[in-house]
């Protein structure tokens, strides 16, 4: 009998948690023999340069890509057993756009339920919730082609929140915003926490970002985590005065200046250009 079901598990002491958890292509290994653990309810984030392991990991979390070896649990459930069981539990917020610039917010928010599979009857009040919690109560009839880059974003994390996931995993997500609206999906990413008790896992280039979002960051490099901890920590950790990029520089062995090929800056600058 598989032990790929949806029933509810038992309560776990790590919402996320890998041990020698490993990927490999071919001869290069992208994540090696990774030991990581995130308590339920964390704000965490996940640093490193581009190369670093940092999307494989998140691939293999959400069970888009199949480790090589090693294991995960992700809400309880295990990410190669029970995969169906994790997606149930589990939200995605890409750098790639989401939502339909032809619709309106609601509209999305509608696909996305029956994309979710939420019964007729609920989808109502769960969209009225989201659009509440998103703070985009006043614009859910608007088309989101006249939505600014900031109230995207906040649709998009809020399609993600519909089926009421325990972890929601997040790739980049203010990239591209200016500092207001950046501040505005802050907040809602630490309402979320505070009110719901979601695991958020985020990924970011952005030092002031991590610091300000996150209770725990790891940096990885080259396959594996170099050092994790609260922010503060690290930078204790490093010297007096130091900042969040300084920790990055330590631990990474490069510097935020060098970070970043063709193909990162590229990605970047679309989904800067989409959000306006």
Known sequence: MSSDTDARPAPVKAAIETTHLSRQFGKLTAVDS?????PPGTLFGLLGPNGAGKSTLIKMLITLLPPTSGTATVAGCDIRRQAVAVRRRIGYVPQLLSADGALTGRENLE??????????????????????????????????????????????????????????????????????ARQAVWERLHALRDTHGITLFMTTHDMEEADKLCEAVAIMNRGRVVAMGAPDELKARV????????VFAHFSGESLEQEGDYRGIRGTRRTASRLG
């Open 34 to 38: 990774l030991d990581l653990s995130v």
């Open 111 to 180: 696909l996305f339920a029956k994309l979710y599979g939420i019964p007729r009857r609920e989808r109502a009040q769960r969209i009225d919730q989201v659009l509440t919690v998103m703070k985009l109560e006043e614009v859910a009839h608007t088309l989101v082609q006249r939505y600014s880059g900031g109230m995207i974003r906040r649709l998009e994390i809020g399609q993600s929140l519909l089926h009421e996931p325990r972890v929601l995993f997040l790739d980049e997500p203010t990239v591209g915003l200016d500092p207001l």
């Open 239 to 246: 010297r007096s005065g130091a900042s969040l990029g300084d």
